[in-house]
């Protein structure tokens, strides 16, 4: 069954090899791993496809206005075409290691066309039969509430950093997953969630320093481009 460890590999695990973002080369090297889970990142295309993508724009083609066969029509530096994301979840689903960590992008349309984005989600994740893979975050709290809306028994962790562990309890949320400035501004928030049953999880950390401090304040979960890093770090504690 899936690992019980801290590490989440932020956009897969790219930086080491080099390998392109959100690709599914990236997603096998975080399973590779073992890291606990991979995250990724969503648009909708113009004819209402999802694909997985961390910009606006894939090799400077607006996803939001472009076809998915447009999109197509380019390809990353490795060879592979824009993963879709029912793509991403096939090959995410061969194991059952690596959670998947689908990442709702609010929409620059605003947020009816965020949370038609979650509704397909929600909507692919069940048809995929994908629900015990597959947790949800996001920066819009509209795309948050609408999964939690169609399937309250999902697992959704908010970004933006704004909302207290109260606020996200009473709404539904599984936890919240916030820059580390935000924990380090306001650490009681760690304690707070703790004991009100959230997960707390910190992006994207990148310096030991930082590992080290949230490995003390014993959170859940840390998001990283080096999970190679912190994989070491927590060995060596």
Known sequence: MFHSNIVIAHRGAWKTNTLPQNSIASLDQAIALNCVGSEFDVWMTLDGKLVVNHDADFLEMPIETSTLKQLR????????????????????????????????????????????LAAKSVALVKEMKAEKWVDYITFSYDAGLKVIEIDPTANVAYLTGEKSPAQLKADGFFGFDYNIKVLKDKPHWI??????????????????????????????????????KLFELVKSK
């Open 73 to 116: 029509k380019k390809k990353l530096p490795n060879g592979e075409k824009i993963p879709t994301v029912k793509e991403y979840l096939k090959h995410g689903m061969k194991q059952t290691g690596t959670k998947l960590i689908l990442e709702m992008k609010p929409s620059k349309s605003g947020a009816e066309r965020s949370k038609e």
């Open 191 to 228: 304690k707070e969630a703790q004991e009100l049953g959230l997960t707390v999880n910190a992006w994207t950390v990148n310096n030991v320093e930082d590992m080290k401090w949230l490995l003390e304040q014993k959170v859940d979960f840390i998001t990283t481009d080096e999970p190679e």
